[in-house]
Nanobody, 125 residues
């Protein structure tokens, strides 16, 4: 059974940092692009960042560019997102996702096949 399990969410003050992790089990995702999405209350799930199978191609939403850094460790079957300079508008449930293919340039919810259960990130003033 394939599972993606996120961790590292929590409550942080504006300007602070958090690092989210996503551990995959049930199969290896070393050949798959991975991504992070988020969903705030009353809003649609939106793309945050993605990384190709090798880590050689990385993409960010404009809203997080320069503040968030996605990375992966294929030996650990884990993907990360380091979130710095957090803003109130970053408050959301953050989801890890995996594609069936190796390319990371696709950003739609429907482009990703496997999903984690989400982890809450709350940024306070």
């Amino acid at each position: 059974q394939v599972q993606l399990v996120e961790s590292g969410g929590g409550l942080v003050q504006a300007g602070g940092s958090l690092r989210l992790s996503c551990a995959a089990s049930g199969r290896t995702f070393s050949s798959n692009a991975m991504g992070w999405f988020r969903q705030a209350p009353g809003k649609e799930r939106e793309f945050v960042a993605s990384i190709s199978w090798s880590g050689g191609s990385i993409y960010y939403a404009d809203s997080v560019k320069g503040r968030f850094t996605i990375s992966r460790d294929n030996a650990k079957n884990t993907v990360y997102v380091q979130m710095n300079s957090l803003k109130l508008e970053d408050t959301a449930v953050y989801y890890c996702a995996a594609r069936d293919g190796p390319s990371a340039y696709l950003r739609k919810y429907s482009d990703y096949r496997y999903w984690g259960q989400g982890t809450q990130v709350t940024v306070s003033s």
